[in-house]
């Protein structure tokens, strides 16, 4: 069984500053990872994800994810906000996939609030 | 390319009606279709999944059902609506690289 634990249901930062998003995950077998965005009353949209391979991993809009096994986690990074990263992001982990399948576990979601 | 729709976008039903929500893909064949409901503060709840025509696995015991008449097509029904099936309501497909694939959804207000 898996789960997400995502620290923080608000994060509120300055435009420039740093995006730091907590997740933390359970899984009993080696997971894949994702964080998703959401804009008010949209879908979904992919940042990034983590299968296998390096580590870290650089996704869209300049957002990048690290894997770390040792503390379970998969924490999402921007060096500079913008006003548009405004939304709300949503960690999940799904275990290992065959022929496609897959179904992902999400966290509660955090939603990132960016000031001028 | 890959593609999928989800509608209506917004919903208003009395409680008691009937509910259907439609999901298609186009640009894939047989792929793995599922339903999410998210409310708020609660993050997103899996409902249903599908890995073939007429396939449904339930991950929760509820007032919804769900139905894959056609390869590419998921529906969300309900015979009677509750207050408490109100949310936004979305499908997606997995891809074989991973992660889903979300349409743009459905906000579903049971009145």
């Known amino acids: 069984a898996q789960s997400v634990t995502q620290l923080g249901s608000h994060v509120s930062v300055s435009e420039g500053a740093l995006v730091l998003l907590r997740c933390n995950y359970s899984?009993?077998?080696?997971?894949?990872l994702f964080w998703y965005v959401q804009y008010p009353n949209q879908g979904l949209q992919l940042l990034l994800k983590y299968t296998t391979g390096a580590t870290l991993v650089k996704g869209i809009n300049g957002f990048e994810a690290e894997f770390k096994k040792s503390e379970t986690s998969f924490h999402l990074t921007k060096p500079s906000a913008h006003m548009s990263d405004a939304a709300e992001y949503f960690c999940?982990?799904?275990?290992?996939?065959?022929?496609?399948?897959?179904?992902?576990?999400f966290g509660k979601g955090t939603m990132l609030l960016v000031s001028p | 390319s890959q593609t999928i729709h989800q509608w209506p976008a917004t919903l208003v039903q009395p409680v008691g009606s009937p509910l259907s929500l439609e999901c298609t893909v186009e640009?894939?064949?047989?792929?793995?279709l599922y339903w999410y409901r998210q409310a708020a503060g609660r993050g997103l709840q899996l409902l249903f999944y599908?890995?073939?025509?007429?396939?449904i696995s339930s991950e929760v015991p509820q007032n919804l059902s769900a139905s894959r008449p056609q390869d590419r097509q998921f529906i969300l029904s309900s015979k009677k609506l509750l207050l408490s099936d109100s949310g936004f309501y979305l499908c997606?497909?997995?891809?074989?690289?991973?992660?889903?694939?979300f349409g743009s959804g459905t906000r579903l207000t049971v009145v």
């Open positions: 999940a982990v799904s275990p290992t996939l065959h022929s496609g399948y897959s179904t992902l576990t």
């Open positions: 899984s009993s077998v080696p997971p894949y």
């Open positions: 640009g894939t064949s047989n792929p793995n």
């Open positions: 599908s890995v073939g025509i007429g396939q």
């Open positions: 997606a497909w997995s891809v074989q690289s991973g992660g889903y694939t």
